[in-house]
T-cell receptor, first 113, second 114 residues
Framework: SQQGEEDPQALSIQEGENATMNCSYK?????LQWYRQNSGRGLVHLIL?????REKHSGRLRVTLDTSKKSSSLLITASRAADTASYFC?????????????FGTGTRLTIIP | KAGVTQTPRYLIKTRGQQVTLSCSPI?????VSWYQQTPGQGLQFLFE???????NKGNFPGRFSGRQFSNSRSEMNVSTLELGDSALYLC?????????????FGEGSRLTVL
């Protein structure tokens, strides 16, 4: 079963605009990660935010985490055609050891040149 | 440093056959996880191996099995293939201990069952 649900399922924006996607999860977590997947390829890690952090930046990426609402958002600023991909959040539930990553349903982002 | 290598990249099997997929993790990584990705179910966790021991298992039938060797390379096997087993099988490695950190994924093995 999916721990995370991304919203929206699909998003199309013009190149240069900002893209925001959201992730909601169900149980308490140690950390939350975001991954990108180009069509039919493997996933690439983008950023990790720990449960005691509220915001994190990496280049054009900004991630926020609200543990009270069990939600996270990923903002990509000044989008480029190369950002076209599916984006997944992944969480590890606090299971007192032997945690595993559970992925959300993904947001398919299309950047229109 | 070489990335995660999965072989074969593509394969076609028929119902009832079995298949073995291989994964070579990044050098030094001791944890290997396997995921199944389908359009309908998304990314589903299969199992995770750490130092040759299965540490976590997802909700898949016993037809799905795996193992890890002393050099951290891992294989997964699916027996008595069904049409619904058609999927992209992704392997990921990491060096972390109990709490999962960043996963490094291979390009996947795309299995088609006819």
């Amino acid at each position: 079963s999916q721990q995370g649900e991304e919203d929206p399922q699909a998003l199309s924006i013009q190149e240069g605009e900002n893209a925001t996607m959201n992730c909601s999860y169900k149980t308490s977590i140690n950390n939350l990660q975001w991954y990108r997947q180009n069509s039919g390829r493997g996933l690439v890690h983008l950023i990790l935010i720990r449960s005691n952090e509220r915001e994190k930046h990496s280049g054009r990426l900004r991630v926020t985490l609200d543990t009270s609402k069990k939600s996270s958002s990923l903002l990509i600023t000044a989008s480029r055609a190369a950002d076209t991909a599916s984006y997944f959040c992944a969480t590890d539930a606090t299971n007192f050891g032997n945690e595993k990553l559970t992925f959300g349903t993904g947001t398919r982002l299309t950047i229109i040149p | 440093k070489a990335g995660v290598t999965q072989t074969p990249r593509y394969l076609i099997k028929t119902r009832g056959q079995q298949v073995t997929l291989s994964c070579s993790p990044i050098s030094g990584h001791r944890s290997v996880s396997w995921y199944q990705q389908t359009p309908g179910q998304g990314l589903q966790f299969l199992f995770e191996y750490f130092s040759e021991t299965q540490r976590n298992k997802g909700n898949f039938p016993g037809r799905f099995s795996g193992r890890q060797f002393s050099n951290s390379r891992s294989e997964m096997n699916v027996s008595t293939l069904e049409l619904g087993d058609s999927a992209l099988y992704l392997c990921a490695s990491s060096w972390e201990g109990l709490a999962p950190g960043e996963l490094f994924f291979g390009e996947g093995s795309r299995l088609t069952v006819l």
